[in-house]
């Protein structure tokens, strides 16, 4: 097959055949692709010889979506390119066995879109209920990787999942971003007019407050305990013939069969949230990655100057800081520190080495690549 682009055909009866054809050749690249995956799984299996060898590179699946972006010279545009990408190491990866995921459910929360958008769509998804039961699922070996919220643009830190970090031996293997949209969504059975309700969880109807004020004043808003769950509300309510609205995802927006009565409909809209995944396995750099560390401070004059004057010496670039309380000593304290590079890097070694010397815990969290997607 040549690389050279031909020209393209005018008439619909040639287009529609050219496009039969390259759909071909296309279907037979992804298949001699997913053979090759294939043997990298069985290459690996003999190399390491265990049945738990594990198939997933974050670092080389970064490096893969961050090829392709490169050397897009469209019409597609980057980011469409790597998605479509992202769904062909996902079903490669599948061919082997598909990994399970464990999330902060319940199913249709931004959560499981930022599992999905991480690790394509073929996956077992495993939502559980609460933050520390993802931590739980992925500790025992029940599920493979997990997911959780860890900030929001508008709201700040889940101190939820910060805190689990404490007690785990689980690793960072990756973030995720994700703009969070929210649409105003009804059962087909019924008529937006007729609406008498809106549910949705209280975050969500606080980052639509200014919208709802204007357009639905007199409609009564309910929340409840998730924005998946008020989806499934108003499609039950649908069969019934009630007439109630939900606020929530694209996700939950399929995965109940609602319709759109309004898109997008955030006060904000630039509102984002950061997803992390963790596993039990270190990642190895895939040549632009961050890292996030654990730290117990002694509460005394200066401690937090003399770690932080290690990150500036030594050149590496700090992008969050946050303070939890420490549940062992009273005033004593727990830093969340993110920087950019990876624990193996030189520079960045050599401040945890230091930080190490002046703090009573230093505790890597995970090196792991950027967000691609
Ligand atoms: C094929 C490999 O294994 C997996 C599949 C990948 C893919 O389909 O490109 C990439 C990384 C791994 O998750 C590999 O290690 O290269």
Redesign the pocket.
Known sequence: MSNSKQAVPDTLPLLRDRIDSIDSQIQMLINERARC?QK?AEVKLAEQGDESVV???PE??AQ?LRRVMERNEGPLGNEEMAKIFRQV?SS??ALEKPMRIAFLGPEGTFTQQAALKHFGKSIISAPMAAIDEVFREVESGAANYGVVPVENSTEGVVNHTLDSFRDSRLKICGEVEERIHHHLLVSPNVNADDVTHIYSHQQSLAQCRAWLDRYWPHVERVAVSSNAEAARLAAEAGRSGRAIAAIAGEVACELYGLLKVSANIEDRPDNTTRFLIVGNEDVPPSGKDKTSLLISAKNEPGALYRLLEAFERHGVDMTRLETRPSLMSRWGYIFYIDFVGHHLDEGCSAVIEELRERASEVKVLGSYPVAVL
């Open positions: 995956a990298v198939f997933y590179r080389r699946e893969v190491m490669c990866l």
